[in-house]
């Protein structure tokens, strides 16, 4: 509010280029927070957008739908995990977090069970900026930790220590399945990030671990919310994260990568027995965003998803994969890292001390790259199209960056 940081101005964005105002060209390798899957300025997008400002940019959806928010309604419900085939849009991730919570509550206390209004969760996780959000996440790192004395009092687990690809560690699901057995009679439901914790830490997790979580969610019928905002749409090597474990959650938050960057949109998706749990009592969920389902930005995101799924892929995420790991992995010798790791379409370079955000920033734009570390991390998250070349400039910055802590 007093001391912005330094802000490049844009002009314009193309591929996987971000042009600045003075004409210098930075290679994105963050994708605009999750975002911009397929690049800037993508002719099919814009071609989405264009044609359906053609016909309207928006109208109310209470008692109107249109073809856009149906289109893209019933992608999602073929491409999600399965059961999964009510859907709630709304205008950002952290608003389908609020969706998905309301959903939880609003199904116990219809089911005549009100004393079920606590979630249990993960510590590490991040879940979004408004009030129910960031209730639920990690109360040291969320960023939220100054509001902690007006926040909803939740349950937290340790983060899982178990990494992913490996085996379950003895004893890692232990103090969760203690939670989760003694506060069951008042836990509404669990959320989580499955696989990768992202802004709470960019902490990728063993897949047993969540099958654990959702066996245990059934045993003790506690909802389970897998908040798959950043995970979702292939980032991870798969559609969603949650197909590494095989689970199919209650609820389902999507977001960031849902318009390819376009616009702001969310979903929370319900199965049909959660969804008349929810109106047992003849109500419908009680949440009613103005701008709900867009058109402008259900039609871009439905085109999104058809350009994702049409497209090769699963071979890009596997090539930046491979590439991540080729260049970053060395660097876990570096004398200022403590660990590299890379998941899918997502390379992460943790520090030992904190980075100086501004003067790694400048240097990386110095360079040609847009990359905003954080903490003690500095991380990649390329759109999908990027070229062997151009990842190689980013990975080539991050090199460079490190050299200039030591
Ligand atoms: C970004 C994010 C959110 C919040 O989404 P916004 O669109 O920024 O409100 C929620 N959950 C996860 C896992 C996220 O990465």
Redesign the pocket.
């Known amino acids: 509010m007093v001391d912005p940081g330094p802000a490049w101005p844009v002009a314009s964005a193309a591929g996987c280029r971000i042009r600045l105002a003075d004409g210098r060209e930075l290679v994105d390798g963050m994708s605009s ?2 975002c911009a899957i397929h690049g800037y300025n993508h002719p099919a997008l814009n071609e989405a957008v264009a044609d359906q400002l053609g016909r309207m940019a928006h109208v109310m959806f209470g008692g109107l739908t249109h073809e856009p928010a149906m289109a893209l309604g019933r992608r999602l419900i073929d491409i999600v995990p399965a059961g999964l085939d009510r859907v709630f849009f709304c205008d ?4 389908a ?1 609020e969706v998905a919570i309301k959903m939880a509550l609003q199904y116990w206390f219809a089911q005549g069970q009100p004393r079920k209004a606590r979630l249990l969760t993960l510590r590490g996780g ?4 408004t009030f129910g ?1 960031m209730a639920v996440c990690d109360p040291v790192n969320g960023m939220h930790e100054r509001f902690t004395p007006v926040l909803a009092r939740h349950l937290f687990a340790p983060r899982p220590r178990s990494r992913f690809g490996g085996p379950l560690q003895p004893g890692d699901l232990d103090e969760f399945t203690a939670l989760l057995g003694a506060h069951a009679q008042e836990l509404a439901a669990v959320i989580l ?1 499955p696989i990768v914790q ?2 709470g830490g960019m902490w990728f997790y063993c897949a047993e671990y969540l099958a654990g979580v959702a066996a245990l969610c059934r045993e003790h019928d506690v909802l389970l919310i897998a ?1 798959e ?2 995970t979702g749409f292939g980032r991870t090597g798969r559609l969603f994260a949650c197909e590494h474990a095989g689970i199919s959650p209650d609820i389902l ?1 999507l ?2 990568a849902l318009t390819g960057g376009y616009l ?1 949109l ?1 979903a929370t998706l319900t199965s049909g027995r959660v969804a008349r749990g929810i109106s047992a009592d003849g109500g419908p969920l009680m949440h009613g965003p103005t701008f709900m389902a867009n058109p402008l930005a259900c039609a871009v995101a439905a085109r999104s998803i058809d350009l994702l799924i049409e497209g090769p892929w699963q071979a890009r995420v596997a090539a930046i994969e491979a590439q991540l790991r080729a260049e970053l992995g060395p660097l876990s010798a570096h004398p200022a890292v403590a660990e590299v790791r890379v998941l899918g379409a997502i390379g992460v370079v943790q520090t030992r001390q904190p980075v100086p955000v501004e003067p790694l920033q400048r240097h990386f734009v110095g360079a040609g790259a847009w990359i905003r570390p954080f903490g003690h991390l500095v991380y990649l998250m390329p759109p999908f199209v990027i070229s062997p070349g151009e990842l190689s400039l980013l990975t080539r910055a991050v090199a460079s960056g490190l050299d200039t802590l030591t």
């Open positions: 927070w999750w950002s991730g952290s608003v977090v991040y879940h979004g900026d959000a990030e992202g802004a908040d905002i950043a938050c977001g960031k702001t969310a």
